[in-house]
């Protein structure tokens, strides 16, 4: 079994398990000897990411959606541990339909919570985002700002599913870890800033659009980094209701994504032109800076920047770099 997964419950059950960072969970989750159920409509999630687990005894796939409720409750018993990671992640789509983030987010955290409370499972990992502190008051950010003030419904959406969770966990016994994730990057990747660019510059390798001045700055993090933060978060915090900041201390400017990406790409020539604008897209926060000091004193830190993260990923998404071996981080990402 892999050091970085030793945590106690044997059965887990994996919401969105077939998405971008779900596929990856359930790669490290059997890698460690777990049972795993993965519970996804595949909206975004893609079976060929999980399908060469169907014959494993120990991974069991339900192909169903988090808003059919009888069906969730039926399928979630006789587990330990609910990864609650299934949501809509794209905030533009979610300006488009202004339902998706409420129904795919806070409708499904509700019936997640429930069919916990129905089945009598009390641990929840849950994924939110840091688009919930909005244009936040200090940066970097810690997890005690506030007022919260969310400028996407996605943002909006996922403060509320904290607001449910912090309240089952008060009123019916749950426990519960919360992350507010930096910008997750990798693999497997359908949508977000490095995806787009390849495939514009596929399409022209002459010319790249970048959305707005191209100055906005993120924290781009590493999938397999993402994992590991919240292992160790779980592992070593025994709170009844906990949130982190999950992400690294370093940022990359749009504009240097795109300088990354060209570079990859291997491309001599192209014309770079912005749309204008401090934003990216409705929503979008331009400057996010991250105070991940909290996880950092439980002995955790990410192990790549965010430029490496940015150039690792786009790598992967170009197929000249497979990520590492399943289960290789030896402690989920020590501080040195």
């Known amino acids: 079994m892999t050091k970085d997964l030793e945590i106690e419950p044997q ?22 000897g777990k049972r795993v159920t993965v519970y996804d409509n595949l909206a975004s999630g893609r079976l060929t990411w ?34 609650h990671l299934g949501a809509n992640t794209d905030i533009p789509s979610g300006c488009e339909d202004v339902n998706l983030d409420l129904r795919n987010c806070v409708l499904a955290t509700h019936n997640t919570l429930e069919a916990m409370r129905k089945n009598g ?19 970097p950010t810690p997890e005690t700002a506030g007022p919260l ?29 919360m992350f507010r994730f930096a910008n997750v990057i990798g693999a497997r990747m359908g949508h977000g800033v490095i995806f787009d660019f ?46 982190f ?19 990859e790409m291997g491309l001599p020539d192209v014309e ?9 897209f409705p929503g979008d926060v331009p400057v996010l800076m991250l105070d991940t000091g909290k996880i950092e004193t439980l002995g955790w830190r990410a192990r790549h920047t965010s430029d490496d993260a940015v150039r690792i990923a786009a790598r992967r998404l170009l197929g000249k770099e497979q990520p590492a071996a399943v289960g290789s981080a030896s402690d989920g990402g020590t501080t040195q």
């Open 50 to 83: 999980i399908e060469r687990h169907l014959s494993n005894p120990a991974f069991r796939f339900e192909r169903a959606d988090l808003l059919n409720a009888d069906r969730l409750t039926e399928e979630m018993a006789n587990h330990d541990l609910v990864w």
């Open 149 to 177: 003030r969310p400028i996407s419904l996605y943002g909006a959406a996922k403060l509320s599913c904290e607001a449910l969770v912090s309240s089952y966990c008060h009123l019916f016994g749950l426990q519960a870890w």
């Open 121 to 139: 499972i009390r641990e929840i990992i849950f994924s939110s985002t840091s688009a919930v502190y909005g244009e936040a008051p200090e940066s």
């Open 11 to 32: 059965r887990h059950f994996v919401t969105g398990g077939a998405g971008f960072i779900g596929s990856h969970l359930v790669e490290r989750l059997l890698a460690a």
């Open 245 to 263: 900041n999950l992400g690294c201390e370093t940022t990359t400017g749009v504009d240097r994504v795109a300088e990354i990406v060209i570079e």
């Open 198 to 243: 390849i495939q514009k510059l596929r399409r022209d390798p002459h010319h790249l659009e970048v959305w707005g001045d191209g100055r906005q700055r993120k924290p781009f993090f590493l999938v397999e980094d993402c994992i590991d933060g919240m292992v160790s978060a779980c592992r070593r915090s025994d709170d009844w209701c906990d949130v």
């Open 272 to 280: 770079v032109h912005h749309t204008g604008g401090r934003r990216g």
